[in-house]
Nanobody
Framework: HVQLVESGGGSVQAGGSLRLSCAQY?????MAWFRQAPGKGREGVAVHGTDGSTMYDDSVKGRFTISKDNADNTLYLQMNSLKPEDTAMYYCAADRGASWCDLEVSSFGYWGQGTQVTVS
């Protein structure tokens, strides 16, 4: 049974930083961060493959960094230079079948409950 538990969201002013965490219980997977703003579809933010390769959506390149602590299977998303358009519910996702360059919602079968990020 796979469990994903996110934490670290909150409210911050534009230009500020936040770090999201996702504790994963259940095995070795490719993991990713997605986000969903009110009234919009869920979109991929960054993905971390099992070999450590990463990929980012163009909207966050240079500002966000995805990383993983393999010792405790925790995924992180360091978000710097935050903008109001980054406001969304952020979700952690995992799947054995997803690759390091895959940011499609349909490629991930396990999801966390989400954590809200608000940038004003």
């Amino acid at each position: 049974h796979v469990q994903l538990v996110e934490s670290g969201g909150g409210s911050v002013q534009a230009g500020g930083s936040l770090r999201l965490s996702c504790a994963q219980y259940g095995g070795s997977f490719s993991m990713a961060w997605f986000r969903q703003a009110p009234g919009k579809g869920r979109e991929g933010v960054a993905v971390h493959g099992t070999d450590g390769s990463t990929m980012y959506d163009d909207s966050v390149k240079g500002r966000f960094t995805i990383s993983k602590d393999n010792a405790d299977n925790t995924l992180y998303l360091q978000m710097n230079s935050l903008k109001p358009e980054d406001t969304a519910m952020y979700y952690c996702a995992a799947d054995r079948g997803a690759s390091w360059c895959d940011l499609e919602v349909s490629s991930f079968g396990y999801w966390g409950q989400g954590t809200q990020v608000t940038v004003s």
